[in-house]
């Protein structure tokens, strides 16, 4: 199973539209996980137009009209393996730790906000995973996104892609 994991698109005010690599991985995935941090009603329609399944919440720049259609935390099973997505989790400081508490039960956790890439896993066994931004790279040398696939019930082959710089 073929896994996009974004978040923090920012359509409009970021970028006019999301990167073509971006919307070809969301083409060839099975489920796509957002988390959150949209702006627009529009960027959500397109996803959900061309995704298999959307895994998807509203991020702390999402107005009424995306608050309305997504929750703040969601979740899915994939062949037993149980995802959360969230967009905020605090400071990076004690991470994994709350977020082990926060989300008990869950194998995965997907989240946003920072724009900052991560992959750790928490003492009891927590991955958490952060895809950065494809459209504003804030401080970071390159807009990203994650690609990953549950393979028996496990994650499998998480991997960073890189945007080129916008023209």
């Given at each position: 199973?073929?896994?996009?994991?974004?978040s923090?698109?920012?359509?409009?005010?970021?970028?006019?539209?999301?990167?073509?690599?971006?919307?070809?991985?969301?083409?060839?995935?099975?489920?796509?996980?957002?988390?959150?941090?949209?702006?627009?009603?529009?960027?959500?329609?397109?996803?959900?137009?061309?995704?298999?399944?959307l895994?998807?919440?509203?991020?702390?720049?999402?107005?009424?009209?995306?608050?309305?259609?997504?929750?703040?935390?969601?979740?899915?099973?994939?062949?037993?393996?149980?995802?959360?997505?969230?967009?905020e989790?605090?400071?990076?400081?004690?991470?994994?730790?709350?977020?082990?508490?926060?989300?008990?039960?869950?194998?995965?956790?997907?989240?946003?906000?920072?724009?900052?890439?991560?992959?750790?896993?928490?003492?009891?066994?927590?991955?958490?995973?952060?895809?950065?931004?494809?459209?504003?790279?804030?401080?970071?040398?390159?807009?990203?996104?994650?690609?990953?696939?549950?393979?028996?019930?496990?994650?499998?082959?998480?991997?960073?892609?890189?945007?080129?710089?916008?023209?």
């Open positions: 199973m073929r896994l996009l994991i974004t923090d698109t920012h359509v409009p005010p970021r970028a006019r539209r999301l990167p073509a690599p971006l919307l070809a991985a969301v083409d060839e995935a099975d489920v796509v996980f957002h988390a959150g941090d949209w702006v627009d009603t529009a960027t959500l329609d397109l996803l959900l137009a061309r995704s298999a399944r895994v998807a919440v509203h991020g702390n720049n999402d107005g009424p009209a995306l608050r309305e259609r997504l929750p703040e935390i969601a979740q899915a099973e994939l062949q037993g393996l149980r995802f959360a997505v969230v967009h989790t605090g400071p990076a400081r004690g991470r994994e730790q709350r977020c082990e508490a926060r989300f008990p039960g869950t194998d995965v956790l997907v989240f946003g906000h920072s724009h900052i890439p991560w992959d750790s896993t928490a003492p009891g066994g927590l991955r958490l995973l952060n895809p950065g931004s494809p459209t504003d790279r804030r401080r970071q040398p390159f807009a990203t996104y994650l690609t990953a696939r549950v393979e028996d019930g496990r994650l499998a082959d998480v991997r960073l892609h890189r945007l080129p710089p916008r023209a």
